[in-house]
């Protein structure tokens, strides 16, 4: 697939994932189109950086899980990290703690930043939100 169209497709997708949060449904029923991103990023390797781009950005806000358009959810966000463990995204993580809690982790518990280590392991408590874990 050409770079340009997998880029705009994981926008669109990340959109309606967005747009699905913010009308109040949960993630129950973002779950598909999280899952659709989930396999996109698989099989568009490419994508990998601006994925990780959008991150950042997300992370630069003062509220990454605010649902403001351009963002990422950070549901999204842990999903991706639980299924791909890139090591970027914990480097992400501590950037933002460095930057916005002052390096202090203890400051940056119930952040994201905080929360994504656990995403990183096999026993995930967040699995339990995802049916995709239940079958």
């Not at 639980?82 to 518990?109: C, K």
Request: hydrophobic share 45%.
């Amino acid at each position: 697939m050409d770079a340009n169209f997998s880029q705009k497709l994981l926008d669109v997708l990340i959109e309606n994932a967005l747009r699905i949060l913010a009308a109040g449904f949960g993630v129950n029923w973002a779950e598909s189109s999280f899952f659709d991103i989930v396999r996109l990023l698989k099989k568009e390797e490419v994508l990998k950086e601006y994925f990780l781009e959008r991150v950042r950005t997300t992370f630069a806000m003062s509220s990454p899980g605010s649902l403001d358009p351009g963002t990422v959810p950070t549901e999204l966000i842990e999903l991706v990290a639980h299924e791909f463990r890139w090591p970027e995204l914990q480097v992400l993580a501590q950037q933002r703690i460095n930057t916005v809690f002052g390096g202090d982790a203890m400051l940056a518990i119930g952040d994201v930043a905080h929360r994504l280590q656990e995403a990183y392991k096999d026993d995930w408590q967040d699995r339990e939100f995802y049916e995709h874990y239940r079958n």
